[in-house]
């Protein structure tokens, strides 16, 4: 529906949350940002917001900040199910996600991505493919990837695309977020504390596609058991594109003979094999037919696609080569905040010297501890998880005197692994866990290791890519 609010109310004063106020402003509604934490204990300045005409309330939130208003925007940290949402609801007020306020103005389709894991890689990979046929100006990326999607299509208009990262988070206060094609990647556990469930996290993901009508495409994961069993809550009307990794499917993107290939409506279409594709694994294999075919149902040329996947390397903090150390080569994979994506950082070497640990999420650690006993050799644990994973490592197996303990320090863990590596170890930091005990966001822990590494003593090589685009900062 377009834009009509007149009075509306921000609740959760972060990225997405300081977009909203920004972009409802801009469209005429009389703003009000409140956030339960207190001013001085946010990462904003608020002023520019301010100088808006935003009205800013922190602290204690109760039902008297609803008077008046039409509109309520929950930003995705924020639960549904906080008291203050909940009377909106029940008062009869529109509750909407950020991501509905971007559809609220957008004046071009969305092609949106979801899953446990790889979105941030599909995403910003599917940008690239876009671009080919609308170009860097009219190609937007934004959402669950660190960009208010607002922002972006406020930016974009119209006759452009729009790439979107969509999170569980996200979909929560979402009731008819439409994507013109929606993929699916995976789901496996995560954020069940959040959503209270493995069953409404997986809802929360088929929201994405729920209001999508004839015309629009879903792209689904057929080697995902859960993501495949989606075709069936697909509404009338919309078309499925699977796409696999392992079977020879009639329809729908498949290897064929290592290469990527597109069967739709009685034609075959040829990408890349899989040894030229420039992101490397086998999860990765599985990202890019989901970004081709998302950007083919976008419209783009097959043949204009296949230089982008060739050059495309990665997205930083996912399996991130930026240094070696003494011949030792160093990646960063703090993206990987379960342990799904962390058993997927594990496949792609042997010889590792692992870091991990942090906020732990409390689910079953039974098969990536399984892979840790398989491909590490040495793990250094931090954070708030780090005796559990201690116990479990040990249950599985893995050598008690190769497990070692950094506490709440990054510059330890890193200390140990300079220490304990060896040319043709490869040391990782893959964390399994989310940040929130040592750092805001992963994003933060990612770089801070980054930088630790960097500053080791010994001789530093960095690629030469990283040279070229950083001026030789990591």
């Known amino acids: 529906m377009p834009f009509t609010a007149n009075h509306m109310l921000v609740i959760g004063a972060g990225v997405s949350g300081f977009a909203a106020a920004e972009i409802g402003r801009k469209y005429g509604a009389a703003v009000t940002l409140s956030d339960a934490k207190i001013e001085s204990d946010l990462p904003f300045d608020f002023e520019p917001l301010r100088k808006l005409g935003v009205t800013c309330v922190f602290g204690p939130q109760t039902e008297a900040l609803l008077d008046g208003i039409d509109l309520v925007v929950v930003a995705p940290a924020v639960p549904v199910r906080i008291p203050l949402v909940q ?24 092609y949106a991505v979801t899953g446990t894991n790889g979105k941030t890689t599909t995403t910003t990979l599917l940008g690239k493919l876009l671009e080919t046929k609308y170009g860097k100006e ?53 954020h069940i504390i959040r959503h209270g469930s493995m069953d409404v996290y997986q809802a929360m993901k088929e929201r994405m596609f729920a209001d999508e009508t004839q015309g629009d495409v879903v792209v689904l994961n057929y080697d995902d058991e859960r993501v495949r069993g989606m075709k069936a809550r697909v509404p009338e009307g919309v078309r499925v594109c699977f796409f696999s990794r392992k079977e020879d ?81 160093y990646y960063n994979d703090s993206k990987a905040t379960n342990t799904d994506s962390a058993i997927k950082a594990l496949e792609t070497f042997k010889h590792i010297i692992l870091i991990a640990g942090g906020d732990d999420k409390k689910t079953d650690l039974t098969d990536f501890m399984a892979k840790v006993k398989e491909r590490c050799d040495a793990l250094i644990l931090i954070g708030d998880a780090a005796m559990r994973f201690r116990d479990a490592a040990a249950d599985a197996g893995f050598p008690e005197d190769q497990i070692y303990a950094a506490g709440y320090s990054m510059p330890r863990a890193v200390q140990l692994a300079h220490a304990l590596a060896l040319v043709g170890q490869t040391v990782l930091l893959s964390p399994a866990c989310a940040s929130f005990d040592m750092y805001p966001d992963m994003a933060h822990r990612g770089r801070d290791f980054k930088q630790l590494v960097c500053a080791l003593p010994g001789k530093v090589e960095l690629p030469e890519d990283l040279v070229e685009k950083d001026g030789g900062h990591a």
């Open 249 to 329: 499917l009639d329809e729908g993107v498949v290897l064929k003979d290592d290469t990527i290939v597109l069967r739709w409506d009685g034609q075959e279409l040829p990408f890349v094999t899989v040894d030229e594709l420039g992101i490397k694994g086998p999860h990765n294999v599985e990202n890019a037919m989901a970004a081709i075919a998302v950007a083919y149902f976008a419209g783009c040329d097959a043949d204009a696609m296949k230089p982008v996947l060739k050059r495309f390397a990665g997205v930083e903090h996912r399996i991130e080569y930026f240094a070696k150390v003494d011949g030792v080569k």
């Open 138 to 190: 009219k190609t937007g990326v934004g959402g669950n990837i660190g960009v208010a999607l607002s922002l972006v299509a406020d930016k974009i208009g119209k006759d452009g695309a729009i790439a979107a990262e969509i999170s569980s988070f996200q979909m929560e206060a979402s009731a008819y977020f439409h994507p013109h094609v929606s993929a699916v990647l995976n789901v496996t556990p995560d």
């Open 87 to 110: 009377a909106a609801y029940q008062k009869g007020i529109r509750v909407a996600s950020e991501v509905e306020l971007a559809q609220d103005i957008a004046l071009s389709p969305f």
